[in-house]
């Protein structure tokens, strides 16, 4: 145990909201509250950016009962940014300023929620300090629906928008095999670069309900094999499910996206339909059946009231155990999740290099796709399942969701 | 209490599903079967198209567990059809083969379950079996979430979809509003003539999320309007979460959605965004602004795992109501719903003639619609709050959903 290091800590969110991220706000909020070592805790208006513009939120004013209704609440209750900071050894403006602001606060702790760029602010301020003499202990808190993040088995955030995605694929499909004439129903999931979110469409399987055709942006995409395969599950089952992920591209990796032109509507407005609706079109177009696109949008990442309870916990687990660690002495590194071994799933929560997790994006491995590139195997399943159990006693007022409610008080 | 009528029963399901109309299935399944009146239960594959083509489930197989998981099982279990009868007096060849159908069971109950144009199949069916002296008492189990039926407080399925509604616009107002950086937001929602679900989203506001603008189908849009009041609401709160009906028209009546030519993407092909993303382009394209159009799509009348649980208790009594009452000696009648006198909801349960429900669309009354156009009156949240209340401790395995596996085997 190193000597302790006494003063205030900053909890900053970053990058795109989650179901389960406030969690994990929560967990370093609460713990740091209850620490001994902590002196202050400060939420960052909108991340890295609050910290540059001094608008620190002071948590002292909050009340315990609001503050724990973050488990309940989706997106990013403090304010997310997309701030990307330079390289320090180019331009140091940035850090100089971070240096001053966290003299001004006496703050010695900072807690970093957020994805790979969130990992690389956060192992650069790390850096930064360290060479500038300024005693801080750093500590990134993964969050990130898409999974791709290196050196931790999963991702908060991931699990329930996987939940989400299974449940409304099965849905989907007890909808779309109401009549008795066929349906083609693609579904468009996030997912840019790792299919881990669209693969999760697979688990609806366990309802009964697996999308008959899975694509992920792992393999190179081939849209006379993707009509094709469509047709023929179409003729066998007289319906077909489509997953797809919104970063499928062809084998010269242009999205197929982006293979549109603008056109344009009656005003002269040019029209952006998503990938759903393009696939839908030129299947409508080629086979002449009934389809219907529909992509489950920022419903995916926000929808709270369907998250798992693994996730919730282990969310808030990240952010506890970053600031136990970080009050032992640690800094520089990343909360990340082992899978124990054994057979019974249980997550240990184990410490990694900021360096080894920042600027990786971790992809569903190829063997776990299955060989026509338009399926996952059981080991996707396997892997996935144990993180989605069990659902969350949501608070509710009126039937709908309670979210936490904070002041938002700035420190001055 | 007229004399007891013995003999079999049929229930059918039809229209657009819902998140409870298994519900309504089972209350009709489980009272028939338990019905000392009722000899046989047979469920119509695909509504009325199944009965005309003699293709009849018999219950009498059904495992009682499997049954009960209707109650958990979102879309049309047995099957639907859009099939319109033809005016009996026209031609009443379908009417002669549903009678030939009907006498070769000895179906003395015909329960039929769904929405405007089901209650009027129901009714000419009742019409025609009195007109041609074959004793069989026909029933009416009211189904739709667009909420249009008239002569009853509220259809099922509607509430189940307006919680969805409201939750999900809540979890998207929250994600929208995470950047600093301002965002618009135009969620499109189902219901073509009739505003109730769109409405529904004003309900968000419980949960401190309401969309700052609401367009129903009941008032007409213009679209420079439109675009004035979201560049105003977006100057003076920094973002504007808009929720619209996917049924807005011009006040001449055409709709939004349509005023597009059909333009072509690269490969040749029609786009076919919907009316989310048309609204999009146009905002975009005159504001500048970010703009993010969502479409519920099939989600929202789906959504059995958030399901109102007022709405699948209501749903269900619906179905055994109807059972009762025709075993009772009723026909020709639909089951509606009546709010109770006083202060707590309470729903009661009558009878009101097939005819006074056919062929009406019942609105959102103009008085619930603010003046602007833009909104709802707090008349509506009281009128729906209600029915919104309450979760359902859903039945799952392994995480996700598990639905009733129905054996479904064909009568001879």
Redesign the interface.
Known sequence: MEKELRGACIIGQSG??TSVINSSAYGVIRTALDSESITKVYGA??GI?GVLEDKLYDMDFEDARELELLMN????EL????YKMADPDVDDTDYRRLLEIFKKYDVRYFFYNGGNDSMDTCDKVSRFMAKSGYECRVMGVPKTIDNDLNNTDHCPGFASAA?YI???C???Y???????TGMV?IIEIMGRHAGWLTASAA??G????APDLIYLPETNFD?DEFVASVERVYKERGNCIVAVSEGVHYADGSFVSE???S????????????LA??L???V??RTGVKV????L???Q??????A?AVDVEEAFMAGKVAVESAVAGETGKMVAFKRADGGEYKCEYVLVPLTSVANFEKKVPAEWITPDGAGVTQDFIDYA?PL????VERP????????A?LKKVLAK
Do not use: W
């Open positions: 795109g909201p208006a909108h950016k609440t989706p997106s990013s304010g997310s940014c997309r939940k299974a449940t409304s099965a849905e989907i007890k909808d779309a095999h109401v009549y008795d129903c688990l609806a366990i309802s009964g309900c849209m293979a549109k032109t056109a344009t509507d009656g005003f002269g407005h040019a029209q952006l339909g998503g609706s393009l839908a079109n030129v409508k177009e219907r696109g529909i992509e949008s920022l419903l990442r926000c929808a709270a009231h369907a798992s399942l989605i159990q069990g659902s509710t007022e009126n039937g709908l969701p309670r979210y409610r």
